[in-house]
Nanobody
Framework: QVHLVESGGGLVQAGGALRLSCAAS????????RGWHRQALGNQRELVAT???????NYADSVKGRFTISRNNVQDTATLQLNSLKPEDTTVYFC???????????WGQGTQVTVSS
């Protein structure tokens, strides 16, 4: 079992920046990819960014060049730096961790990001 705790988020003006962090505990050796999704219309979650154990990253087209994902495998944390924020980035962001040896995803509790125009 893996437990994810998110921090960061909040309210910022358009063009501003925020940093989200996600700390993992429990069976961390079983984690492969880490990342973030965000709440979209209809309660669906859409991909924001992911990073593999060896540092390969993937971003949604809507955030490329503005958001940066990183991870620290020693401290078992993942970070999402959100720059040049837009009002349409406003929603709840969920960190995630995918298992290495099973088809399983663990989720954080979610954190609100609000960008005012």
């Amino acid at each position: 079992q893996v437990h994810l705790v998110e921090s960061g988020g909040g309210l910022v003006q358009a063009g501003g920046a925020l940093r989200l962090s996600c700390a993992a505990s429990g069976e961390i050796f079983s984690i492969n990819t880490r990342g973030w999704h965000r709440q979209a219309l209809g309660n669906q979650r859409e991909l924001v960014a992911t990073i593999t154990r060896d540092g390969r990253t993937n971003y949604a087209d809507s955030v490329k060049g503005r958001f940066t994902i990183s991870r620290n495998n020693v401290q078992d944390t993942a970070t999402l730096q959100l720059n040049s924020l837009k009002p349409e980035d406003t929603t709840v962001y969920f960190c995630l961790a995918n298992a290495r040896f099973a088809v399983r995803t663990w989720w954080g509790q979610g954190t609100q990001v609000t960008v005012s125009s």
